[in-house]
């Protein structure tokens, strides 16, 4: 069984930054793909980005290119999300989420993901 669990979020004031953290138990992490997903009040969760097994692809929904940035430490187990420049709109709960197929596909789609957290607050003030 795996477990993901997420951590580092927070209150920030627009153009912050956090770093959000997702640590996973087991031994296969480094062989799976994962992801970042957001869902914010009365809307559904959106893919945020993604990274393959190696670290080596990325894969980033529009609205964060150049302002988020997805990285893994297979060593440790864990994933991160770098965001800067952090707007209101980002405002929502992050979900970490582990592919379910190997290989090296960046799904976008929630179904293409299998275990997932229970997700960190994210809150970004005008």
């Known amino acids: 069984q795996v477990q993901l669990v997420e951590s580092g979020g927070g209150l920030v004031q627009a153009g912050g930054s956090l770093r959000l953290s997702c640590a996973a138990s087991?031994?296969?992490?480094?062989?799976?793909?994962m992801g970042w997903f957001r869902q914010a009040p009365g809307k559904e969760r959106e893919f945020v980005a993604a990274i393959s097994y190696s670290g080596i692809r990325t894969r980033y929904t529009d609205s964060v290119k150049g302002r988020f940035t997805i990285s893994r430490d297979n060593a440790k187990n864990t994933m991160y999300l770098q965001m800067n420049s952090l707007k209101p709109e980002d405002t929502a709960v992050y979900y970490c989420a582990r592919r379910k197929e190997l290989g090296s596909g960046l799904g976008f789609l929630i179904n293409e993901y299998d275990y997932w957290g229970q997700g960190t607050q994210v809150t970004v003030s005008s």
């Open positions: 087991g031994r296969t992490f480094s062989s799976y793909a």
